[in-house]
């Protein structure tokens, strides 16, 4: 009997070891080891796909019938709208071609010249702690670690692991998460980090705003371009809060992110990585 | 042994898929049932303890690699989960629906405030409170009611197997 048990606690301690190691060895963002998780995420990720797809196709049914009824008085907005637009295009077109050949003079550096891959959403993170969501692309379509992950409406998070299928995007409201920012009036730089108690409501917070700042409600926040990681100027969301805190020198603010993180189905990401590692 | 561990395999998959597609559907409080450990807790009631933590295990991977950080954490919290659940079932009456439920509720909470406390480690526990309270508690209450057909479903299948490997056995 003592022998049976014995053998047994040699066992789990071996399993728990070997476990530590891989623990450890995984722990990185850009480990090798990762290779491992094909075993499961390349048969999952074709399923994923498809439900993924069935899902939106019967959610776009049911909002079929709710969006018809609001949709004459919208369709009236749009086109007046539209009218307005155009006008202000032409504008814009000589602005650009102006813009163009003025960087030209000077010789500015384009920060936003990468190549871009669309993707689908295909999975929400399975946990309850972290904000993650699975794309349908990964090292097969030049994917890497460290991409920045935006949509039409604004800054969106950047890919964390890569699989040869899928990707995972941690988004800007995860706790881990932080970007350099910009506060687009003022023009002053901001960290902003995800915070464990917002995020549950798709929100985050601004950290380090000095107090010789004019901030207010409504203000609009950018990326600054600092950190390598995302281009300069998308933007990320407004504040809705600002919390002036009691005894300490700078305040904080919160942001609702111009990106809706319950309703996201499709991302481009830039393929920054892959360009990085031709150069060497 | 094929059988079994094909019926394993199959069985980790289609939950682990279900995991993370269609169970965003099903959010509520934004509490998210975790079929994965629902699973492994049914399975380490009905099996022996190295049989049941080598299925912890596999579960616990496969929450790992759904997640997307460093494979392994899950992996020997239900391990070790499952294996003291493995030891003690034979004490049990199986029959017993609020069994499944008990344990299952209780091993989300288990399960789910270690990983907090593994993964946080280093960042501090400043948002503990905020985090039972709001996100384990209410997974767990979810799981706890999903347990008991869920249970069904894996006693269901465990019967189909032992019967299977009986009869082979015998030939």
């Known amino acids: ?280 | 042994m094929s059988k079994k561990i094909l019926t394993i395999t199959a069985v980790i998959f289609g939950t682990s898929l279900l995991q993370s597609t269609v169970m965003d559907y099903f959010v509520i409080f934004k509490a998210k049932p975790n079929l994965l450990v629902i699973v492994a807790i049914s399975a380490a009631l009905l099996r022996t303890d190295l049989n049941a933590a080598f299925i912890g295990l596999a579960c616990g991977l496969t929450m790992d690699v759904l997640i997307g950080k460093a494979l392994g954490w899950y992996g020997i919290i239900l391990f070790l989960v499952c294996f003291f659940i493995g030891m003690i079932n034979s004490k049990l009456y199986k029959d017993n629906p609020l069994i499944p439920v008990f344990f299952v509720f209780t091993s989300s909470i288990v399960v789910e405030t270690l990983y907090y406390m593994v993964y946080y480690f280093l960042k501090g526990y400043d948002e503990f409170l905020f985090a039972f309270t709001n996100l384990i508690v209410p997974e767990s209450i979810y799981n706890a009611l999903l347990a008991f057909p869920i249970y069904k479903f894996v006693f269901y299948l465990c019967k189909k197997v032992d019967k299977f490997h009986y009869t082979h056995s015998r030939l």
């Open chain 1, 1 to 280: 009997m003592r022998r049976v048990f014995g053998n047994k606690i040699v066992i789990i301690s071996l399993v728990i070891v070997l476990l530590l190691v891989l623990v450890t060895v995984t722990a990185g963002e850009n480990s090798k080891l990762s290779v491992v998780r094909n075993i499961i995420t390349v048969p999952l990720s074709p399923l994923q796909k498809g439900i993924a797809a069935i899902g939106d196709k019967i959610k776009d049914t049911v909002n079929f019938f709710r969006d018809s009824r609001t949709a004459i008085a919208e369709n009236e907005e749009l086109r007046e709208q539209v009218r307005q637009m155009e006008s202000e295009l032409d504008k814009v077109y000589r602005l650009q071609k102006e813009n163009e050949n003025l960087k030209k003079l000077l010789s500015f550096k384009e920060q936003f010249t990468q190549e871009t891959v669309g993707c689908n959403i295909i999975s929400k993170d399975s946990g309850i702690l972290f904000e993650i969501f699975t794309i349908d692309r990964g090292s097969k379509d030049g994917i890497s670690v460290n991409d920045p992950v935006l949509n039409a409406d604004g800054l969106v998070g950047r890919v964390s692991r890569v699989d040869l299928l899928s990707s995972k995007v941690v988004s800007i409201i995860d706790t881990e998460s932080s970007v350099s920012a910009r506060l687009s009036k003022s023009r002053d730089l901001v960290i902003l980090r995800g915070d464990a108690e917002l995020r549950t409501e798709g929100l985050c917070r601004l950290d380090y705003v000095p107090p010789d700042v004019e901030i207010s409600v409504g203000d609009k926040v950018e990326t600054s371009g600092m950190s390598s990681l995302y281009p300069k100027g998308v933007i990320i969301g407004e504040i809705v809060q600002v919390i002036k805190n009691e005894g300490q020198f700078d305040y904080h603010a919160i942001i609702k992110p111009a990106v809706d993180f319950k309703r996201l189905e499709e991302v481009v990401v830039i393929k920054v990585g892959s360009e990085k590692g031709d150069e060497k």
